[in-house]
Each structure stands twice: as C-alpha cells, then as structure tokens.
C-alpha cells in the first residue's frame, strides 16, 4: 500500500485526506442519525401523560430538549401551546429549520469531498503524464517502456479518485434520503402532538 502511496506521486496524500474524512463523516452521521436518538418511540405520550399530570418541571423540559431532535420540537410545542394553530404551527416551523440544520451537518461537506476527489486524481493524471513527456523530450529517442510507466504511474491518482469519489457519493445520497425520513417523521409525530395539547 504503501509502495502504491509513493508511486502515485504528491497528489495520493489529499486523496488520502479525502478518504479519510469520508470515512469519519459517514460515521459520525450514521451514529447521529439513527432513529432512536432522533425521534424516540413513546417520547410523545410521555410528554402528555406529564403535562395532564402537570408534572413537566423546567429541568424536565431541558432535559428532554437536549435528548432528541423531537424532544427539542416537541417542548417548543409546549412553550407556544396557547398560541393560535397558524402561529403556533409558525413558530415549530422555525425551530424545525434548526433541527434539519443539525441533521445535516457535515452533509456538504461529504458532497464537496466526494465531488473533488476524481478531480484532484485527474489533476495528480495530469500533472504526471506532463512529467512522464517531459522526461522524454530530454533523452535521446524515445523509450517506450519509460513511457508506459510514467503514464502507469500518472493514472493512479485519477484510480484513487474515483475509488474515493463513488462512495462517497453514495454515502451522501444515503444519508440525504435518511433526514429526509427523520423530517418526515418529526412533522408527523409533532403535528400528533399539536393535535393532542393544542384543543
């Protein structure tokens, strides 16, 4: 691997950055974006039972706002209850910009990555067969097995590219389609709720 690194020249060690910060972003985000922290089963139910108990303490409120994307929607809910449906179905659409903010952090920068990456081999191919007919025009005559190794070598990087780049293209679509459910499922779950406390 190593031996591999080398001969691709200078442009092999972003494309190892770039692997790299796929690799880690694909795992942050499929830890933060499971279902389970995101919109935990019976968050909601509880949350009434404490209300009709009127057992739903300010440290409870904060508690649960910072334990789940619904918990955090679901407390706004509560904190603008008296409010009309329209303004307070309003006020729930803004603090639900906050919450696909969070859910798609680092999202973009997974595309940009994935999007450079063929880019920066292609630049790496580019820059190596430049070298590779450079070196001929100052030898005497041309030597064909010089020039299939330079032009061997100056290929990696656009390899490594793409090996990098599909991917991580498809991580990022995958993780698009994921928010997009958790959204979807946040708006049913909250407008549930909104139906229960907002009589």
């Not at 780049?165 to 990022?172: N, Y």
């Not at 928010?179 to 139906?195: E, G, R």
């Amino acid at each position: 691997m190593n031996e591999f690194i080398v001969t691709g020249g200078p442009f092999m060690w972003p494309l190892l950055a770039c692997s790299v910060l796929i690799i880690a972003i694909s795992i942050e985000r499929s830890w933060f974006l499971q279902t389970r922290l995101v919109t935990p089963k019976g968050l909601s139910q509880q949350i009434v039972n404490l209300v009709n108990k009127d057992l739903l303490t300010d440290k409870q409120k904060e508690e649960i706002s910072n334990l789940s994307s619904l918990g955090f929607l679901l407390i706004s809910c509560i904190k603008y209850k008296d409010l009309q449906r329209d303004n307070l179905e309003s006020k729930i659409e803004e603090k639900a910009i906050e919450v696909k903010y969070v859910l798609e952090r680092n999202l973009n920068m997974l595309g940009t990555i994935a999007t450079i990456s063929p880019l920066l081999g292609l630049l790496g191919t580019v820059v190596g067969m430049i070298t590779a007919f450079t070196g001929l025009t100052e030898t005497s005559g041309a030597n064909p097995d010089l020039l299939a190794a330079g032009i061997s070598q100056a290929l990696i990087t656009t390899a490594f590219g793409l090996l990098i780049a599909v991917p991580g293209l498809v991580l990022h679509k995958f993780f698009e389609q994921k928010v997009t459910f958790l959204l979807i499922t946040l708006q049913k779950k909250v407008s549930n709720f909104i139906d229960v406390i907002n009589k």
